[in-house]
């Protein structure tokens, strides 16, 4: 490549927006996918910042490049990767995950520029550097400049920079990171020796990871031709994590996601459906909608049922590890076996619903000894003397939303439970109160014999926070 010039894709305008439209964590996966495919042993994603905040997003890759002499015909055709007809990378090394030249639009769903500066050997192996511009205003151009040799310190790799942001993009947020660990999981446990940060962090999965289980799942149909293998695996996370069904290829690769929809308290996950015809139907380019397939929706089916079995088993255990451990610390509040089966179902009862409290309420895992022992013994008695408090409780508690959940722990951190508690009982009878003086200044009946003196000033007079907060301490004075 002698000089500039401009490559022209062969795609329609539309089906290219289409493809520019993504969320942050979508878009750098398939940036990552790219230097993997290149078999890249470390990938970074990083930003730069300027007086006005998010100036850049760089991500870089050790990858073979892209040699020049290639890089034309890689970027004129969408879909027409080289990658469709191989199922290994260049050397051998890897499976490969891309296969049709999408994932360098994703770059403009981050920002309106982005340019690809590639570091890679020639024809004549000669290592040389070159960079690739496009800009989301005219997406079906790609510049591409003269490529000129470099230095024998250089190294073979990609550096693809998006300038211009559309938003200050946070990609320090966890939840980003979270979501790259359950994509790349299964990658990265197959080949350890990659390496993929965000923003300074590392993704490590197998860190993360509490539980990892895999099970084989009835075929899928193939009319009168062999039918399609199927598995599950099933990841639990130690982090909170939104939990997903990915639907794989028979490679391992997430190419679509889904929220399964199935209770399992307690209990953060990922789950990885695998199947040659998860892969057919995303070459049909019909996988997002391919729960309106009856066979790959049957499928899916049989894998959350398979969940469910799972997490019934996994509840079993953790109750039995979790009562285990209490006896060890000596804070189970039980000190001797039941003697009849009254009491052995009412300790049943004691041993779910304590487990629950554990894995719900934040922290609880956290607190001192002494603590724990007192709520578990405060809760075995809430249950044997008044089971009906204990579940509005356990309904109000467990059921509050993620972020009340962590409102009232900060309240907690600040001050306890019982100041909590009478601070509410302070403000329902004052509302009690207020709703009563209403219905007696304004009731047609009552309204006829309720005296101002003698009954309403009265009233107000050992009530004085109703002209506010600060004649609450106010004594009455005076004769009525």
């Given at each position: 490549?002698?000089?500039?010039?401009?490559?022209?894709?062969?795609?329609?305008?539309?089906?290219?927006?289409?493809?520019?439209?993504?969320?942050?964590?979508?878009?750098?996966?398939?940036?990552?996918?790219?230097?993997?495919?290149?078999?890249?042993?470390?990938?970074?994603?990083?930003?730069?910042?300027?007086?006005?905040?998010?100036?850049?997003?760089?991500?870089?890759?050790?990858?073979?490049?892209?040699?020049?002499?290639?890089?034309?015909?890689?970027?004129m055709?969408?879909?027409?990767?080289?990658?469709?007809?191989?199922?290994?990378?260049?050397?051998?090394?890897?499976?490969?995950?891309?296969?049709?030249?999408?994932?360098?639009?994703?770059?403009?769903?981050?920002?309106?520029?982005?340019?690809?500066?590639?570091t890679?050997?020639?024809?004549?192996?000669?290592?040389?550097?070159?960079?690739?511009?496009?800009?989301?205003?005219?997406?079906?151009?790609?510049?591409?400049?003269?490529?000129?040799?470099?230095?024998?310190?250089?190294?073979?790799?990609?550096?693809?920079?998006?300038?211009?942001?559309?938003?200050?993009?946070?990609?320090?947020?966890?939840?980003?990171?979270?979501?790259?660990?359950?994509?790349?999981?299964?990658?990265?446990?197959?080949?350890?020796?990659?390496?993929?940060?965000?923003?300074?962090?590392n993704?490590?999965?197998?860190?993360?990871?509490?539980?990892?289980?895999?099970?084989?799942?009835?075929?899928?149909?193939?009319?009168n031709?062999?039918?399609?293998?199927?598995?599950?695996?099933?990841?639990?996370?130690?982090?909170?994590?939104?939990?997903?069904?990915?639907?794989?290829?028979?490679?391992?690769?997430?190419?679509?996601?889904?929220?399964?929809?199935?209770?399992a308290?307690?209990?953060?996950?990922?789950?990885?459906?695998?199947?040659?015809?998860?892969?057919?139907?995303?070459?049909?380019?019909?996988?997002?909608?391919?729960?309106?397939?009856?066979?790959?929706?049957?499928?899916?089916?049989?894998?959350?049922?398979?969940?469910r079995?799972?997490f019934?088993?996994?509840?079993?255990?953790?109750?039995?590890?979790?009562?285990?451990?209490?006896?060890?610390?000596?804070?189970?509040?039980?000190?001797?076996?039941?003697?009849s089966?009254?009491?052995?179902?009412?300790?049943?009862?004691?041993?779910?619903?304590?487990?629950n409290?554990?894995?719900?309420?934040?922290?609880?895992?956290?607190?001192?000894?002494?603590?724990?022992?007192?709520q578990?013994?405060?809760?075995?008695?809430?249950?044997?003397?008044?089971?009906?408090?204990?579940?509005?409780?356990?309904?109000?508690?467990?059921?509050?939303?993620?972020?009340?959940?962590?409102?009232?722990?900060?309240?907690?951190?600040?001050?306890?439970?019982?100041?909590?508690?009478?601070?509410?009982?302070?403000?329902?009878?004052?509302?009690?109160?207020?709703?009563?003086?209403?219905?007696?200044?304004?009731?047609?009946?009552?309204?006829e014999?309720f005296?101002?003196?003698?009954?309403?000033?009265?009233?107000?007079?050992?009530?004085?926070?109703?002209?506010?907060?600060?004649?609450?301490?106010?004594?009455?004075?005076?004769?009525?």
């Open positions: 490549m002698s000089a500039d010039k401009v490559i022209q894709v062969e795609a329609q305008e539309d089906f290219i927006e289409k493809l520019a439209v993504a969320s942050p964590a979508q878009a750098l996966v398939e940036l990552i996918w790219n230097g993997l495919d290149a078999e890249a042993t470390k990938v970074s994603i990083e930003v730069d910042h300027s007086d006005w905040g998010l100036h850049s997003i760089r991500v870089r890759d050790n990858g073979h490049g892209i040699p020049p002499q290639e890089a034309e015909e890689l970027f055709h969408l879909g027409g990767s080289w990658k469709r007809n191989e199922n290994k990378s260049k050397n051998g090394k890897r499976r490969l995950h891309g296969e049709e030249g999408k994932g360098r639009f994703r770059a403009l769903a981050l920002g309106r520029v982005a340019t690809w500066l590639v890679a050997p020639d024809e004549r192996t000669q290592l040389v550097r070159y960079s690739i511009t496009v800009i989301k205003d005219r997406a079906k151009e790609f510049k591409v400049t003269s490529a000129l040799p470099v230095n024998g310190d250089a190294k073979a790799g990609v550096e693809v920079t998006i300038s211009e942001p559309y938003k200050q993009w946070r990609l320090e947020n966890p939840t980003i990171l979270q979501e790259l660990n359950e994509i790349y999981a299964i990658y990265m446990m197959e080949y350890p020796g990659v390496h993929i940060s965000l923003v300074g962090t993704l490590d999965p197998a860190k993360q990871i509490e539980c990892r289980k895999t099970f084989a799942l009835p075929s899928i149909p193939n009319g031709q062999r039918p399609f293998p199927a598995e599950i695996e099933i990841v639990e996370w130690k982090t909170e994590t939104e939990r997903t069904l990915y639907l794989c290829s028979e490679d391992k690769f997430p190419l679509h996601r889904f929220t399964p929809g199935i209770h308290p307690g209990f953060n996950f990922s789950a990885y459906l695998r199947s040659p015809y998860v892969s057919q139907l995303h070459e049909q380019g019909v996988l997002e909608v391919g729960l309106l397939d009856s066979r790959l929706n049957d499928a899916v089916e049989t894998a959350k049922a398979k969940l079995e799972h019934r088993t996994r509840t079993k255990e953790k109750l039995k590890n979790l009562v285990e451990e209490w006896k060890n610390d000596k804070i189970y509040p039980y000190q001797e076996e039941p003697k089966p009254i009491q052995e179902v009412e300790r049943k009862v004691f041993d779910l619903v304590a487990v409290v554990a894995m719900n309420l934040p922290d609880f895992q956290e607190q001192d000894q002494r603590n724990k022992k007192f578990l013994r405060i809760l075995r008695q809430a249950i044997e003397r008044s089971p009906e408090e204990l579940q509005i409780i356990l309904d109000e508690v467990l059921g509050l939303p993620q972020q009340k959940q962590e409102e009232l722990a900060k309240l907690l951190k600040q001050t306890t439970l019982s100041q909590i508690i009478s601070a509410s009982n302070l403000v329902a009878d004052r509302l009690n109160f207020l709703h009563g003086l209403e219905t007696m200044l304004f009731d047609k009946e009552l309204k014999t005296k101002e003196r003698s009954q309403l000033h009265r009233i107000l007079a050992v009530n004085t926070w109703v002209f506010g907060e600060e004649f609450a301490l106010t004594v009455a004075g005076g004769r009525y």
